[in-house]
């Protein structure tokens, strides 16, 4: 019976780029015994676009192997992962310290004490300049283990209390970081669950998660990776709590304390990736274009910044993180049809990369895609992505794009003029913020207007109800517990085209401040 690609050893396989096979094959031919049965398996899994084991079967010449496939696969899976080590074994700080602390296990067996020594010499040079506390831990167990092997006899006390201070010094800031990643998780598993603080209760959540558990830190227990942690998680909190200022700054902070520090963090760009990408979003919330132009450019030189080859994962990140923020910044500024450009490009990367993006990207993207259409009047067109947000993938229903994606469908029925289709939805959306507890004060004024909407008699009493909305959205615009509303869809200059008749577009793109590229 076939099975998915959900098999181990075909996804692995799948993984690996030209020159991981190229090794693998030369890897294989050095052995002896199972080298041309690893190689058949290995070919005919590769040749497969998803994996069908029937087919497999049938592919294989060598009756024993289809006989005990399941062992096969799992003996091929264990040499893929031996060449994979081979090849990579000095393709990171953290792979070469680990090499060395093996090969300095080895010496120190065979009895050559001196040879280890000064292995374990090289890797602390090593970990030190790139602060791998725990790899320095290792090597101090054995220097420790060396110590006591001459009986202290090659030690004094001024040696061995050093010794013991920078132990204590290097697990200390192991403490810290441990300290400030539960910090920073616990935010996020906040954040990514629940949205923005949307109530008093949402906000003091937030603040007493890190109130206090900063403060009264030792500048030596502090590192590059727990300066990063700091700035991140203060970041985070503001955004959280819709202080746009306060997040910009740190997000900044992290910025020029990366650029600083480069060579620490040339093996982690994803972290400088996810700045980069958090900072031009803030900048476009608070509409300063010029901050977003200048991220954005730096976002682009990425590759080039941090010496990276081209790989399908950062080309994902790219187009990810770079066509969001375009469209973001079309329909903040009105650019509706320059948005409609890029939508055939985005459906591409859509579909292409369609396993490997997660479902709240692609639910930010079909939410972001209607808005396009949306503003560009294609109404049809914009129902069919909010249909797409709503019905076609799976995410949690209590997210804020759910919730935003649900509103968004009921503005295109009003636009549509769907009197039959409107009623079942507006009782749909009720129910749906009704059983999640999302009754605040935005998406009460937002149901009950459309609710008022469709019992108006005629033009003049919708206008007039349009304009009480727009009071209440210019009231809840300062309100910080609201405020995220407006990050999804620009509702007042929505509810002023209604009330005027004016076009929409037209009154986002007054508004907005964008300067010549």
Known sequence: MSKTSSDKVFQLIKSLTKAEKRYFKVYTSKQAGD??????????????????????????K?????????????????????????YHSNSSIDAQLKRTLHCAEILYKKGLYGQSQKLLDSGKKLAYKYDKHTSLLEIFMWEKLLIEKDNYENVDDDELEAMMHENTRITKMIEVYNDFWGIKSRLFHILNKRGKARTEEGLTKLKSIIDDTLLNREPEHLFHQSKYLYNHIYSAYYFGVGDYSNSFKYLKANVDHIEANLDKFQEEPNIYFSILTNI???????????????????LRELPETMEIKNNEDLEIKLFSSANSIELTIYFLTGEFEKGLQIIPQIETGLALYENQLNSVRKA????????????????????????????????????????????????????LNNKNLLPYALRSTQRYLSTRNRYFKFETSFLDLISKLMKSPDEIAAN????????????????????????????????????????????????ATMPKQ
């Open 35 to 60: 080298k041309n049965n690893h190689q058949h398996l290995f070919d005919a899994m590769d040749k497969q676009s998803d994996y069908d084991e029937a087919l497999l079967k049938k592919s294989l």
């Open 62 to 86: 060598n009756p024993s192997i289809v006989k005990s496939l399941p062992i096969a696969k799992t003996r091929l899976y264990d040499v893929i992962l031996r060449a994979l080590n081979s």
């Open 280 to 298: 031009v979003y803030v900048s476009s919330q608070v509409k300063d274009f010029k901050a977003v132009f200048f991220y954005l450019k730096k």
């Open 364 to 415: 930010f993207f079909y939410f972001n895609i209607a808005i396009i259409y949306f503003g560009a009047k294609k109404y049809n067109d914009a129902l069919k992505w909010t249909n797409r947000l709503l019905n076609d993938i799976d995410i949690s229903q209590s997210l804020d794009i759910y919730c935003f994606g649900q509103l968004l469908n009921l503005m295109i029925h009003i636009e």
């Open 464 to 511: 007039e109800q349009y304009e009480v909305f727009l009071d209440k959205m210019r009231e809840l615009e300062g309100d910080q517990l609201e405020s995220s509303a407006f990050e999804y869809f620009d509702f007042i200059s929505w509810a002023e085209a209604k009330a005027s008749g004016r076009d929409f577009g037209e009154i986002v793109r007054e508004k």
